[in-house]
């Protein structure tokens, strides 16, 4: 794995609750620039509130968020929002747009000027995400469903992100899509090289993908390492439930 030394993202003993449920507890983790971390656990574990706390959608009760060094909690959240990529499974593409309106919508918000730049821009990116360019007039609803995953996450890169979080952004899409989608991620990392946080219900997923993986249960981070050593060292008899090992 080859990674910045600089911290993208940290969480120092962050602390979350719902009622008496503790969604995360005393979470403390660092997420270096360009590394691709995946987040496994069982449902309610606190994986998507972890990812959340990354661009203000969920506040800690305690401890602290740091973006490129920064406390989350002193940052304007406008801004924070619109520099943090965001890819959830619903997709969530203006109906009313075509695919080149929903792809632009967020650099227009940025108020670039240069139109031309952004024609181009958009054109690239259809590319990187495997699409063809004949695809930007068309409408959500004319799509398929891995079509409208692809250019959801070329929204998200619109904005030229050094930080992309993906909160279960495959799981509504049949298997062979999925796989598809797992190498297009994989590839435009590669190419990109920005911080991917992916949060995933499939350890299969979670081992492919991640450069690390960090595994979750009960609001706590249980192991964080490799695929590998996470295979081959599971920290408990949860992990190694969760890779279905006796």
């Known amino acids: 794995m080859v990674m910045a030394e600089k911290v993208s993202i940290e969480l120092k003993n962050v602390c979350k609750k719902y009622g008496e449920t503790k969604a995360l507890d005393n979470v403390s983790i660092i997420i270096y620039g360009g590394e691709f971390v995946t987040i496994i656990g069982s449902s309610g574990c606190g994986k998507t509130t972890l990812l959340k706390t990354v661009n203000a959608l969920v506040k800690p009760d305690s401890g602290s968020v740091l973006v490129n060094g920064k406390d989350v909690a002193a940052m304007d959240v406008i801004k924070l929002r619109r520099s943090i990529g965001y890819v959830i499974q619903n997709i969530g593409l203006f109906p009313h747009m075509n695919v080149k309106r929903n792809i632009s919508y967020v650099p227009t918000l940025i108020n670039r000027k240069s139109k031309t730049r952004d024609e181009e821009y958009i054109l690239r990116l259809i590319k990187v995400v495997g699409l063809d360019e004949s695809i930007l007039s068309r409408f959500p609803s004319e799509l398929s469903g891995g079509q409208q995953q692809r250019v959801g996450l070329a929204r998200a890169l619109a904005a030229e992100p050094n930080i992309l979080l993906m909160d279960?952004?495959?799981?509504?899409?049949?298997?062979?899509?999925?796989?598809?989608?797992?190498?297009?991620?994989?590839?435009?990392?590669?190419?990109?090289?920005?911080?991917?946080?992916?949060?995933?219900?499939?350890?299969?997923?979670?081992?492919?993908?991640?450069?690390?993986?960090?595994?979750?249960?009960?609001?706590?981070?249980?192991?964080?390492?490799?695929?590998?050593?996470?295979c081959q060292n599971p920290a408990d008899d949860f992990v190694s439930r969760l890779l279905g090992r006796n």
């Open 168 to 230: 279960e952004p495959f799981g509504s899409v049949d298997e062979i899509t999925r796989k598809m989608l797992q190498d297009e991620i994989k590839r435009i990392h590669k190419t990109l090289r920005c911080t991917i946080l992916f949060v995933t219900h499939d350890i299969d997923e979670a081992l492919r993908l991640g450069d690390r993986v960090v595994v979750m249960n009960n609001g706590s981070i249980i192991q964080i390492g490799t695929p590998q050593f996470v």
